[in-house]
């Protein structure tokens, strides 16, 4: 099974996403966000950005 993206609410009714890898371990934790779809959006701003980023030490 590939990595997978969870949405969920917090304790404090923010809607948040977690990426987990084939394995479960939690991998990348997003913000906080007001509403459901905007956390989708966050989710799919991560695949479109995301898939070649370099890493870069600051």
Request: a positive charge; charged letters at 25%; proline letters at 3%.
């Amino acid at each position: 099974m590939a990595g997978k993206f969870e949405l969920y609410t917090d304790a404090s009714g923010k809607w948040r996403f977690r990426l987990k890898a084939s394995n479960g371990q939690v991998i990348a934790v997003g913000e906080a966000y007001e509403s459901k779809a905007a956390a989708q959006n966050g989710i799919e701003s991560v695949k479109k950005n995301a898939p070649d980023a370099p890493v870069v030490e600051v």
